[in-house]
């Protein structure tokens, strides 16, 4: 039962009895790192993305950047969203590249095809990594296009989209190939850092396996510079759980995101996530609305009582390091620089009441009734 007076939070991972005993007979009887529980995660994760491949990590982070190095990203420059969580872009420098960008769009917050597309020719990129934001898919056969017409690779950045949709297939089997994240505030996590590459092409498995094991190809032989980024058996054994409940879990943020809608597509001046139809089938990582007034209805959200989030205040372009590495400047994305300025996430996690996501509904209409 809800009551007033309790914290709304904006996000909460799920930790249940049964993560809890898997997680301890992973430790009690499987090895402590590629054990069964990896091998059996990875083979179900491929199988509820619809790849031949799955490739376990240590993170996000490490998943998109050992793609990179295994196509060969070195010295080329890629092309990604500046309205993303950094490691979007920082996974281009880690493999030897060169980051640019282009902007988004204000219809679905994702990169924006058509400027995907000046952005590859200005700067005769060898690629793009789309990143399905907060869950919602981008566009991707116009990234298709773009593709096939200039020869270009496309990787998703999929790291906040376990299980959404575009035109029936999972987000994740689109690209080349696709990185996860199973970061503790992600949809599904391990509960700890882990990632995940999805790919139907074998050679990229190939490379990613070997960079994530030290360039292992047996015990003490090495063929490649590689890293210590594997999953750990207790991380795999949480997610093999997770997964089982990834479904029900989607549905039941799809459903907060239909209150949300609902109650808040008669307020002048707030902009709104795109809904599902039937070419998009967003997870609603995040439920994420705009407005000019951002700020203060953050602060009046908590005061009563309910939490919010900025993802992201700064654009990736705009941080101290873009800017003083490769000279980005204000101006330069502005859809994606309007649009940190007014983002906020309302809360979104499995745990929510339909009366509590009803009672910040009417908290937010509130805010704007008042002058
Ligand atoms: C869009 C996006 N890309 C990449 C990452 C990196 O994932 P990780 O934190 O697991 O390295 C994250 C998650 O934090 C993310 O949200």
């Known amino acids: 039962m809800f009551l007033i007076r309790d914290k709304i939070h904006q996000g909460s991972p799920v930790f249940t009895k049964e993560m809890e005993d898997a997680a301890v007979d992973a430790l009690r009887n499987d090895r402590y790192l590629y054990g069964e529980n990896v091998v059996k995660f ?66 679905d917050y994702c990169i924006d095809p058509d400027a995907a597309e000046k952005a590859v020719r200005k700067n005769k990129a060898a690629g793009i990594i789309p990143v399905h934001i907060y869950g919602q898919p981008v566009d991707f056969d116009k990234f298709a296009e773009i593709a096939s017409e200039h020869n270009v690779k496309i990787i998703e950045d999929a790291c906040q989209a376990h299980g959404a949709k575009y035109k029936g297939r999972k987000i994740g089997s689109l690209g080349d190939a696709a990185a996860f994240s199973f970061y503790p505030s992600k949809n599904m996590t391990v509960l700890g850092d882990g990632g995940m590459v999805t790919t139907d092409n074998e050679e990229i498995a190939d490379i990613c396996r070997k960079l994530r094991d030290s360039g292992r190809i047996s015990k003490y032989e090495h063929d490649l510079i590689g890293y210590t980024a594997r999953m750990s058996s207790v991380n795999a054994a949480i997610g093999r759980v997770q997964l089982r409940h990834i479904g029900n879990w989607n549905n039941k943020r799809r459903s907060i995101a239909r209150i949300y809608n609902e109650r808040l597509k008669h307020v002048d001046g707030l902009g709104l996530p795109q809904m599902p139809d039937k070419n998009f089938e967003p997870v609603f990582h995040q439920f994420v609305i705009t407005t000019e007034r951002r700020d203060e209805l953050k602060a009046y959200l908590d005061d009563h009582g309910i939490e919010t989030g900025i993802h992201y205040p700064i654009p990736i372009h705009l941080q101290p390091v873009y800017r003083n590495r490769f000279g980005f400047k204000e101006g330069d994305f502005k859809n994606s620089e309007v649009f940190s300025k007014s983002c906020l996430s309302l809360p979104m996690h499995v745990f929510l009441e339909d009366e509590q996501v009803r009672f910040i509904c009417e908290t937010v209409e509130g805010f704007f009734d008042r002058r």
């Open 42 to 107: 990875e083979e179900e994760f491929s199988r509820f993305v619809g790849t031949k491949h799955a490739v376990s990590t240590s993170s996000g982070t490490a998943a998109l950047a050992f793609i990179l190095i295994s196509i060969g990203a070195e010295g080329k420059k890629w092309v990604t969203s500046p309205m993303s969580f950094i490691a979007s872009s920082n996974c281009i420098i880690h493999a030897g590249g060169i980051p640019a960008f282009a902007d988004i769009s204000l219809k």
